[in-house]
């Protein structure tokens, strides 16, 4: 898991949000962040896209957790309620996984442990492994 660690730190979008890599386990990720005011749409709720970003890192970190490379081909976010606090959550399960496809689920929570978003999302499998190689 160190190689997968290392390669989700390299993320840098999700580094300067703030979002950090709680735990990585096969086809299973936590990330959790911080809300601080430039994660705030013009209305003062937490942005979308924030939260989009927030759950595609867990959903990145979980399904790279095999070694191999794997990019998003499809995702959707649907939104439930506004954050009640400046802790999010984003909790990744896969679904299910073949020799090339995997489908994943995300869980966005607040601090206070309300649901705030769902987010599905199905990846590529690469023949390239993580840290170089084939």
Same mark, same amino acid.
């Given at each position: ?64 957790? +095999?070694?191999?490379? /794997? ?18 959550? /984003? ?12 489908? +994943? ?30």
């Amino acid at each position: 898991m160190d190689a997968i660690v290392a390669q989700m730190e390299k993320d840098a979008f999700a580094k300067h949000l703030g979002i950090e890599l709680v735990e990585v386990k096969p086809g299973r990720a936590t990330v959790r962040m911080t809300v601080a005011g430039e994660h705030c749409n013009s209305v003062g709720m937490v942005h979308g896209g924030v939260m989009f970003t927030l759950a595609d890192y867990a959903f990145a970190a979980a399904c790279n957790s +095999y070694g191999t490379v /794997a990019v998003a081909i499809n995702c959707h976010i649907s939104y439930l309620r506004p954050p009640k606090d400046e802790r999010l959550v /984003a909790e990744a399960t896969e679904v299910s996984k073949s020799r090339r496809l995997g489908t +994943y689920d995300v869980k966005v929570t607040d601090g206070a442990g309300n649901l705030v978003a769902t987010f599905q999302g199905m990846a590529f499998r690469k023949e390239e492994v993580i840290g170089g190689g084939a």
